[in-house]
């Protein structure tokens, strides 16, 4: 596959600065980048847009706002200023040109299940009617069961999409993490369905170590035990032709030259 399709998210770079990711990417030959919100944030929103149009680089997802349930003490008043935050994420993800803005629920918390959804969607509607207002794509992302505790209460690809059906706002939609969804045995029904509704906003993939030792443990694509290629197929049958972005999180990649790691994960890219 052509590498101008890969796209690497900056939490997989987390040590290079927004100026080092771009400069970096671009040399390896690497088609597009999916900045996150911090990372910007602490280059300065105006500098790091301008760096990005400059760039070249097509600008994947930003990553990331949601999050309504998080944090100690959560009450109605941290569930609106999360909901402020993520409007506020939707003007920078435009003025950045990016494909979508990544949207993560928030976990569980002290709501308890049924608490925390009656909280959590309608949120999800008033961000994904703002988003609508200002013509941005939102990527509901689902993550693994493990995950809803502390990040997200949204665990399969079909859950997603039935909250997306729900809501049934234009530009709200799904972003795919393959890592995240893998175990799934609905996942290529929840691939094509997604697909066929054209509600895929963007990928997101990394590998699954066997055995995985910690939440901080991906590795790169090809070296686990996901069946990315199979997977991957199943996303281009939907006409999906935008770009897959690979999100690492790894105290060991980490710690590692990302150079190198660039190199294997773009030689990966261009056998499939």
């Not at 609106?80 to 994420?89: G, I, N, P, Y």
């Amino acid at each position: 596959m052509d590498p101008s399709r890969l796209s690497v998210s900056h939490i997989t770079t987390v040590n290079w600065d927004l100026p080092t990711a771009v400069e970096r990417y671009k040399s390896h030959g690497i088609g597009a980048f999916g900045p996150w919100r911090d990372k910007v944030e602490a280059f300065g929103f105006e500098a790091g847009k301008d760096l990005l149009h400059k760039s070249g680089l097509h600008v994947s997802n930003y990553c990331a706002a949601g999050f309504f349930t998080m944090g100690e003490g959560a009450c109605q008043e941290t569930v609106d200023a999360a909901v402020e935050s993520t409007v506020a994420a939707i003007g920078e993800t435009a003025e950045l040109g990016a494909d979508c803005l990544v949207v993560v629920s928030g976990p569980v918390n002290c709501f308890g299940v049924d608490g925390a959804m009656e909280l959590i969607m309608p949120s999800l509607h008033k961000v994904a009617l703002a988003a609508d207002e200002r013509g941005v794509d939102l990527g509901l992302e689902a993550l693994h069961p493990m995950d809803i505790t502390t990040w997200s209460m949204v665990r399969t690809i079909n859950q997603a999409l039935d909250i997306i059906d729900e809501i049934n706002v234009p530009h709200f939609g799904l972003m795919l993490d393959l890592y995240n969804t893998w175990w799934d045995p609905q996942i290529v029904a929840g691939i094509r369905r997604a697909g066929a509704g054209g509600r895929i906003k963007g990928v997101h993939m990394a590998d699954w170590r066997n055995p995985t030792r910690s939440f901080t443990d991906r590795t790169l694509p090809g070296r686990g035990i996901i069946p990315l290629e199979r997977l991957i197929a199943e996303v281009e049958e939907t006409g999906w032709t935008g770009p897959y972005d690979v999100e690492i999180f790894s105290d060991e990649l980490w710690q590692s030259d990302y150079d190198l790691l660039l190199d294997e994960t773009v030689a990966w890219f261009r056998r499939l």
